[in-house]
């Protein structure tokens, strides 16, 4: 079944210990977006690529960074965590213009020490 | 700015019974889409049910069917015939291919 797959599910980091996380989809979308999600709030859009071109948020802190190394796959990195960047992460894709869906993986929980 | 207000963080239903979910929104777009995501515990969200801003008629999907009254930025979900498998956070959006989600409401099934 095509899908988005985040890779891992769960990431433990030192504070300050530069992490990678990892999204993939099999949906040959070419929007994919990272949100982060913290515990009992709305899912907050960090970036999104459309097609080759990277979109920030204003208020993404300058912490985050994102590599699209191609259609598949998209990276989410993360300098220097803080203990307030422990988050669920969630990837997302859609196709632009087909009715603006976006599919969601089932995000990686990070956890900073 | 776009926003997007869920008023009820907790609701509970009895299995078998309807419930609605609130939902109201502010956009300056003049073109966009309204969705209901659905999140159970530890899972990922999926899509319940999308209305296109521009079109009048309320989307239906099975039990799940919407009240947009788009004068007052509303878009409210009725779930008939509530399952115990429906229990999870739901999250209203607003956008065009960029999503601004509500704080969500959680969804108890009572068996």
């Known amino acids: 079944d095509a899908m988005v797959i985040q890779n891992p599910r769960y990431q433990v980091t030192q504070f300050g210990k530069p992490v990678t996380l990892s999204c993939s989809q099999t949906?040959?979308?070419?929007?994919m977006y990272w949100y982060q999600q913290k515990s009992s709030q709305a899912p907050k859009l960090l970036f999104h690529?459309?097609?080759?071109?990277?979109?920030n948020e204003a208020d993404t802190p300058d912490n985050f960074q994102s590599r699209r190394p191609n259609t598949s796959f998209c990276f989410l990195d993360i300098r220097s965590p803080g203990l307030g960047d422990a988050a669920m992460y969630l990837c997302?894709?859609?196709?632009?213009?087909?009715?603006?869906?976006?599919?969601f993986g089932p995000g990686t929980r990070l956890l900073v020490l | 700015a776009q926003t997007v207000t869920q008023s009820q963080p907790e609701m509970s239903v009895q299995e078998a019974e309807t419930v609605t979910l609130s939902c109201t929104y502010d956009?300056?777009?003049?073109?966009?889409?309204l969705f209901w995501y659905k999140q159970p515990p530890s899972r990922q969200m999926i899509l319940v049910i999308r209305?296109?801003?521009?079109?009048?008629q309320n989307a239906t999907e099975n039990r799940f069917s919407v009240n947009f009254q788009k004068a007052a930025k509303s878009f409210s979900l009725k779930i008939s015939d509530s399952q115990l498998g429906d229990a999870a956070m739901y999250f209203c959006?607003?956008?065009?291919?960029?999503?601004?989600f509500g704080t969500g409401t959680r969804l108890k099934v009572l068996a």
């Open positions: 997302a894709t859609s196709r632009q213009g087909q009715q603006e869906t976006q599919y």
């Open positions: 949906l040959n979308h070419n929007v």
């Open positions: 690529y459309y097609d080759k071109d990277f979109n």
């Open positions: 956009t300056s777009e003049s073109d966009y889409y």
């Open positions: 209305q296109e801003a521009y079109k009048q």
């Open positions: 959006g607003s956008g065009t291919y960029k999503y601004i």
